[in-house]
């Protein structure tokens, strides 16, 4: 986070009518690794393609390493080839018509390097992917997560001073992704590159990345790290799109004019206390609390609860088993509230409960 | 580790903007420019003529009325034949093509992919070669057919293709390929589920057929339907073959008539004309109208492996219908002008037959037809050569540029489709002789029109090769710091090669069998191949024309089976 590599000021993008982009600013520092997470059609493809030079904003400022690339008050557009940046697509888009080598040496080739010197930096970045063996191969005849590995190789090879993925495993099958996400932030650290990634998978974001940006329709909801967007979220929106939560509505008591801890009374008269990361203003009616910071104690077993500030009698409605986890649907005054547990912590169908979460875990939303 | 990067891109941070003008913009503005003028240009030329009254032909007009369109309403009959045979041929090409897509994608047949190759031959046969061989196979009294039937004793002319219905029987046996591969097409890209849900909720097989089959091909079968008869609507070497000596005129034939007369009677040929393009226009405008609308399920861009029925031993009734359609459009048309051409005087009774290789001696050897030869080929190789890499560039920038006009490109190169081809050569023969450019008679001026009126075709075929190209393999190359110049050499051509070879050759032979511009454009030193198979049988040589035909289809032919081996050699590097 020393040096900004990538500033965006007031980022717009318009296609026809159509505002893909609206207003975004975001600035990602030196080595760090920033990801856009969000739905479908909420922009983070569009912004990732307008940091490269595919696609021309209608305003706004971007700067790369101190050069403004894109500014629609100088009306400056600096082409893709020339910002020093490069990406990792989607499809990949291994050219099927050369050799694997020569895929890798393409960046290289284009920036007329000796040949000694692009044969050792194929190379260098062959065996970062563990693609050496592969080199001379038609990069027709390679498998999908074969081709994830040489579209990174050709992308790190010249060494370009920011590099940017768009949903570069969504087209791996499971396994796979989990290994390559290992193997992308492994490598991610041990060059140091300034990287910007674009994912519509929440796990992946938190997973990978120094800091997450959720984007809905064209902005940003919230900007922070994995742990900060999971454990404080701002809006609805990204309580509900990250991770799993419940969302009760209500309204915060009057009173409280500072971030900390508040009252909210929840629709149906049930008092609660949440924690409030702004100033809140009174008007705020809903709060978070994540699925898995709520505990269950039927009355018999009535045992850990007893730190817990906030305590919700209920009845068990469905019982899902995950695996990993179990996940109960509890009738609950304050609404149906969704409860995952691990599965040593099994209870029927039926059965009347406590729930209690913690104030710090109950958050209140700003919008 | 950025040193490499920072080296090469980052001296590159000086001011650079979209907004002077980009090489793509410069390239679209002066392609814009050159071809809209090599397609409007004539057709202002033309409907001035058309518009001309004062009955001398100088431009611009000294008088100008509508009196031309008006006297049209005295041509009522000419074009009421242009109507009758195009429907009539329209019909009878659309159940050939439809009876053969049904039976190629939806059945087993033995010998299935070969017979989809095959079944494209009819295409590269010209109407003017189908037409020429059927008038010596099927002409009353001298035709083959009827020479047997006189030998086995019978009277009268067992079939006689100087009529409307034989007109339309050569084209039909052309354009049903046409039908073909369109209906296959929308037949390939509907997805079998669709079916298959049907079968599941209880339809049986013709059930389904009617109630989900019929319904979702429809609008393919429709769009070749609308398609093919506004290809008979220009269509020419049939109809004046087959035509002329039974007087049954259509719009085609009238206006090369009034071209012929003396004097010649341009402002009548010019409306005639207009009208023609007119109509054309309308219908081809409709049939875009129709594949737009008819985008519902059918086509998802995707094609899909028909499900094919097992159909016992009707299989092999369709199968020997297939054969038989190559038969009677292919092999038989050949094998006439083969036996033809090798003959004094054409006859089918084979022991009054004089063999002789003097026509062949005749066109490698007489001047005229020798330079004709030549020209073809030079004009075909040249015009292939120098127009691909041009409309490779053409369909890039209607596809992938985001240079402002990008969307008009298009509309300008595909127009001249929308204009019938004797059209467009009477349009060119008219703004041509009106110029001081002295082109006119030469070469350069065929080539000119040629590239004009295949524009539509070659990039129809590089189209469909660039839209499989995924878009971030060019992007990948500009940000990996490729010049667009660069991009398009190390990746797009590349990419390409396929679609370029292809269309290639399917510009070479459009080139080598055109007629329709050519032949008003021909000039005593500047003669092609089809224009002279036509004098020669003005000129009543059946057997000197069957030689030229033979000769031009053989040329074809050898490019055609290049482009066969080249397109399977790509599919199979795909597969």
Redesign the interface.
């Known amino acids: 986070m020393s040096e900004a590599r990538i500033e965006i000021n007031d980022l717009v993008v318009r296609y026809g009518d159509v505002v893909a982009v609206d207003g975004v600013s975001l600035t990602v520092g030196q080595g760090e690794h920033v990801t856009l997470l969000g739905p479908s059609g909420c922009g983070k493809t569009t912004t990732l393609r307008a940091i490269a030079g595919l696609e021309e904003p209608s305003g706004g400022t971007i700067r790369i390493a101190g050069a403004t690339v894109y500014s629609a008050a100088e009306r400056r557009n600096v082409p893709a080839e020339k910002r020093g940046i490069s990406m990792v697509f989607q499809s990949y888009a291994v050219w099927p018509h050369m050799s694997v080598f020569d895929n890798v040496a393409y960046g290289l080739r284009v920036r007329n390097l000796p040949r000694d010197k692009v044969a050792t930096e194929v190379e260098r970045a062959l065996d970062l992917v563990q693609m050496r063996d592969f080199a001379t191969r038609s990069a027709a005849l390679l498998s999908g997560g074969q081709q994830q590995r040489v579209a990174l190789a050709r992308a790190i090879a010249f060494s370009p001073a920011v590099l940017l993925f768009d949903e570069p495993l969504s087209n791996l099958d499971a396994k796979l992704r989990a290994e390559m996400r290992v193997e992308l932030r492994d490598l991610q650290r041990r060059l140091g590159v300034t990287s910007v990634y674009v994912t519509h998978d929440q796990e992946e974001a938190l997973a990978i990345s120094d800091r997450v940006v959720v984007m809905n329709v064209g902005g940003i909801e919230q900007i922070g790290t994995p742990e900060n967007i999971y454990n404080r979220p701002k809006t609805r929106f990204v309580a509900d799109f990250v991770g799993s939560a419940n969302l009760i509505a209500g309204r915060v008591r009057g009173g409280a004019s500072r971030p900390g801890v508040v009252g909210f009374d929840a629709t149906g008269g049930m008092g609660l206390e949440a924690l409030a990361g702004h100033a809140p203003t009174g008007r705020e009616d809903w709060v978070a609390v994540r699925t898995a910071y709520i505990d269950i104690a039927t009355d018999a077993s009535n045992g850990r609860a007893g730190g817990m500030t906030n305590k919700i009698g209920g009845t068990i409605r469905q019982r899902l088993f995950h695996g990993d986890f179990i996940q109960y649907i509890v009738d609950s005054p304050v609404g149906q509230l969704t409860v995952r547990r691990p599965p040593t912590e099994l209870f029927d169908e039926g059965a009347a409960v406590t729930l209690s979460f913690a104030r710090e875990h109950c958050v209140l939303l700003e919008g | ?10 001296s ?2 000086s ?5 002077l003008p980009s090489s793509q913009g410069i390239v679209t503005g002066a392609i814009l420019l050159f071809c809209g003028g090599l397609v409007a240009y004539p057709l202002v030329y033309l409907v001035a003529e058309s518009l001309n009254t004062s009955g001398e032909d100088v431009f611009p007009p000294a008088a100008i009325g509508l009196s031309n369109y008006a006297d049209l309403i005295d041509d009522w009959h000419v074009l009421a034949n242009t109507a009758f045979v195009a429907c009539l041929a329209t019909v009878m090409a659309i159940v050939i093509g439809f009876l053969a897509a049904w039976t190629l994608t939806r059945t087993k047949l033995p010998g299935r992919p070969q017979l989809e190759r095959l079944m494209e031959l009819p295409y590269y046969m010209t109407p003017l070669v189908g037409a020429l061989a059927w008038s010596i196979l099927a002409a009353p009294r001298t035709g083959f057919v009827n020479q047997v039937w006189h030998g086995l004793g019978g009277g009268g002319d067992l079939v006689d293709i100087y009529s409307p219905f034989g007109i339309a029987w050569v084209m039909a046996l052309f354009e049903g390929t046409v039908a073909f591969v369109m209906i296959s097409a929308a037949m390939k890209s509907m997805d079998p589920a669709l079916e298959e849900s049907a079968r599941v909720m209880g339809a049986g097989k013709w059930r389904t057929m009617l109630t989900v089959t019929l319904p979702l091909v429809m609008p393919g079968v429709l769009g070749a339907a609308v398609f093919v008869f506004a290809e008979m609507l220009g269509s020419f070497a049939a109809a004046f073959v087959l035509g002329l000596p039974a007087r049954y005129v259509v719009i085609t034939t009238a206006i090369w008539q009034a071209v012929q007369s003396f004097p010649p009677d341009y402002p009548r040929a010019s409306a005639l004309g207009i009208a023609l393009f007119a109509v054309m226009f309308a219908t081809l405008g409709f049939y875009r109208l129709i594949i737009r609308r008819g985008n519902f399920a059918t086509i998802t861009g995707k094609a899909f492996r028909p499900r094919t029925m097992a159909m016992g031993r009707l299989a092999w009734v369709l199968f020997a219908a297939c054969v038989a359609y190559i038969v009677v459009a292919v092999v038989l048309p050949v094998a006439t002008l083969l036996l033809t051409s090798c003959q004094r005087f054409a006859t089918v009774i084979l022991s009054q037959s004089q063999f002789t290789l003097a026509n062949y001696q005749t066109a490698f050897g007489f001047g005229a037809v020798r330079s004709a030869l030549t020209n073809s080929l030079v004009l075909g190789v040249g015009v292939a050569t120098v127009g691909v890499p041009v409309m490779t560039v053409l369909v890039w920038i209607i596809y992938r540029s ?1 240079a402002p006009g990008h969307g008009l490109v298009e509309y300008v190169v595909m127009f001249p489709q929308a204009v019938p081809r004797m059209v467009f050569g009477l349009a060119l023969l008219w703004a041509w002789l009106n110029i001081p450019i002295p082109i006119y008679g030469t070469l350069w001026l065929l080539a000119l029109a040629y590239f004009t009126v295949l524009l539509p075709l070659g990039m129809r075929t590089l189209a469909g090769v660039v839209l499989q190209i ?1 878009k ?2 060019e ?9 667009w110049f ?1 991009q398009l050499r ?2 797009t051509m ?2 390409l090669r396929p679609g370029i070879v292809a269309a290639w050759l399917l510009v070479f032979i459009a080139s080598v069998r055109e007629l329709g511009v050519s032949i008003f454009l021909v000039g005593p030193n500047a003669k092609v191949i089809a224009p002279s198979i036509v004098s020669a049988w003005l000129s009543s040589s059946s057997e000197l024309s069957a030689a030229l035909a033979l000769i031009q289809t053989v040329a074809i032919f050898i490019a055609v089976i290049v482009l066969f081996r080249a397109t399977r050699r790509y599919s199979q ?1 795909r597969a």
Request: proline share 6%; aromatic share 6%.
């Open positions: 580790m950025t040193d490499i990067a920072r080296n090469r891109s980052l590159a941070h001011p650079e903007s979209r907004w985001r995924d971030s393999l992007e990948c190359a500009r940000v990996c710091g490729a010049s660069y190390t990746v590349p990419l590097e």
